[in-house]
């Protein structure tokens, strides 16, 4: 699977846009400007600080450890690919 080279999704018109921006000295920006909703902000993070903790609650100990030797074994695999 091909890393991502950035955040930012480009098409090929949006990069011919920007380089002839550059070349004519024009500002540009391609960072989009809208702001974030704090509601949404809140409730994501609530969400995300009891996921964690609820799922490991729920789980067997034998479920959690077939869980940590998957991961050890993916951890490990990906180390000796390189």
Known sequence: MPKRSSKTKLDVNQIAAEILRAATGEPHDLTPKGKKNPAAVA????GGLRGGKARAASLTPTKRAQIAKKAAKARWAKKTSK
């Open 43 to 46: 409730l994501g993070r609530l």
